[in-house]
C-alpha cells in the first residue's frame, strides 16, 4: 500500500532537553537582573509573550496519521519554543469532530471529505487543508448468521449508521444503487462504535460500518455484505478559517507533522498498526490490516482536483437527503472548502524529533 519513497528526514530544531535547559538559563539570567513581578513591564511583556495560547487538534482511529503525530510528540516539541500548549480531543466520528469544530472546541479534525461538505454547506466556516487518507473505511455489515447477502435484502430492514458521516453516506448511496431509498430501511442513528453494539446483540439487522471498529467486528464474524471504494470519500483534515487567519503558523507546523506522519507511516508499518492497535483495542493482525488494505495513507496530500470530483458527485445526496437545503449552497461550500496553500508549503524537516 505504501509505494512512494520518501528521502530520510534531517532535524535542526533542538530537542526537548535542550530547550528545557535554555528556558531556566533564562530564568537564571532574569533573577540575576533583581527583577520581581509587577516591577519591570518589560520583563511582564516576555513573559506574556511567551505565551503562545493553546492549539486544540483532535486525534482519531480512523485517522491513522493523528495518531502517529501524537504518539511522537512531534507538535507539542516543535511548538514548545513559541509557548504553544497542544491539547488532544478524540474524534469518535466525523460528526463529532464537525460538531467540535463548530463550536470552537477544536481547531482542526479529521473528518471525512463528505461530511466537511456537509459542514460547509451548513455555515461552518471550515477550511480542508490536508488529505490525510483515500481510505475504503466503510461498508455494509451484517451478523454472521444473517440472511441478507445483498443491498436489495435491506428493504425493510434496521440498519445502524450515524448521520453526518461517510459510513451514512455510503448507506445512500449503496440504497441508491438497489433501487431503494431511506425511507426502504429503518435508520438506526448510533455513533459508529453503538452501531457496531447494536448489530452485535441483534438491535440491528444491518450496520453501516466504520474501520477500524468494522474491521473488529469482522474479526468476529460479521461479513461486509457490500463494499464499494467509489462511494467511500477521502479523510480530510479541516481547521476553522478563523483559527487560519489567527494563527497561520500553527497550521502549517501541524500540516508539515502531518506529512512527516505519512512518510513514518510508509517506512513503519507495523509501528503503524501497533499505534492503532492500542488506541483502538483492537488485536494487532486486525490493526495491520486496516493499515496495509484499508486506509491508503499513501495519497497526493493536496487537497485539490479529486476531491473535487468525488465531492461533486456526493453533493446532489446531500440535498436530496434533506441535509443541505439547496445544491446552491452545496456549490458554495465545495467551492470554499478545499485549501492546498499549506501543503505546498509543507516541510516535514522542519518537525522536531526528540522522541
Known amino acids: 500500500m505504501f509505494s512512494r519513497s520518501f528521502l530520510p528526514a534531517r532535524f535542526s530544531l533542538p530537542s526537548r532537553t535542550a530547550r528545557t535547559l535554555g528556558a531556566l538559563a533564562a530564568v537564571a539570567a532574569l533573577s540575576l537582573t533583581g ?52 491539547e488532544w480531543v478524540q474524534s469518535a466520528g466525523s460528526n463529532k469532530a464537525n460538531e467540535n469544530l463548530r463550536s470552537g472546541a477544536i481547531d482542526i479534525g479529521s473528518t471525512a471529505g463528505s461530511a466537511a461538505l456537509l459542514n460547509r454547506a451548513n455555515g461552518s466556516k471550515i477550511k480542508a487543508i490536508d488529505v490525510f487518507s483515500q481510505p475504503e473505511w466503510s461498508a455494509l455489515v451484517v451478523g454472521a448468521d444473517s440472511g441478507i447477502t445483498s443491498v436489495a435484502d435491506l428493504a425493510g430492514k434496521s440498519v445502524a449508521a450515524t448521520k453526518g458521516t461517510d459510513p451514512y453516506f455510503f448507506l445512500v448511496q449503496a440504497l441508491d444503487e438497489a433501487g431503494l431509498s431511506l425511507s426502504d430501511v429503518t435508520v438506526e442513528q448510533l455513533q459508529h462504535a453503538d452501531g457496531r453494539a447494536a448489530l452485535d446483540n441483534g438491535s440491528v439487522d444491518a450496520w453501516a460500518g466504520l474501520d477500524p471498529i468494522m474491521a473488529g467486528a469482522e474479526q468476529n464474524g460479521a461479513r461486509l455484505v457490500y463494499r464499494n471504494l467509489d462511494f467511500n470519500t477521502y479523510g480530510l483534515l479541516a ?36 499505534i492503532l492497535a492500542d488506541v483502538a483495542g483492537l488485536d494487532p493482525a486486525v490493526a495491520k490490516t486496516v493499515i496495509l488494505e484499508r486506509s491508503n495513507l499513501d495519497v497526493d496530500p493536496a487537497p485539490g482536483e479529486d476531491q473535487r470530483r468525488v465531492l461533486a458527485k456526493i453533493g446532489p445526496t446531500l440535498v436530496e437527503t434533506g441535509d443541505v437545503a439547496s445544491q446552491e449552497q452545496v456549490d458554495e461550500a465545495l467551492a470554499g472548502l478545499l485549501e492546498d496553500t499549506y501543503v505546498s508549503k509543507a516541510d516535514p524537516d522542519a518537525v522536531a524529533a526528540s522522541r
Open 35 to 86: 527583577c520581581v513581578a509587577g516591577e519591570d513591564t518589560t520583563g511582564a511583556s516576555a513573559v506574556q509573550d511567551a505565551d503562545g495560547g493553546t492549539l486544540t487538534i483532535d486525534f482519531a482511529t480512523y485517522n491513522p496519521l493523528s495518531l502517529i503525530i501524537k504518539d511522537q510528540g512531534w507538535l507539542e516539541d516543535s511548538l514548545a519554543d513559541d509557548g504553544v500548549t497542544v
Open 239 to 274: 481547521a476553522n478559517e478563523s483559527f487560519l487567519e489567527e494563527n497561520p503558523e500553527q497550521a502549517q507546523a501541524v500540516v508539515n507533522a502531518y506529512e512527516k506522519a505519512r512518510a513514518w507511516a510508509a517506512e513503519h508499518p507495523d509501528e503503524t498498526a501497533g
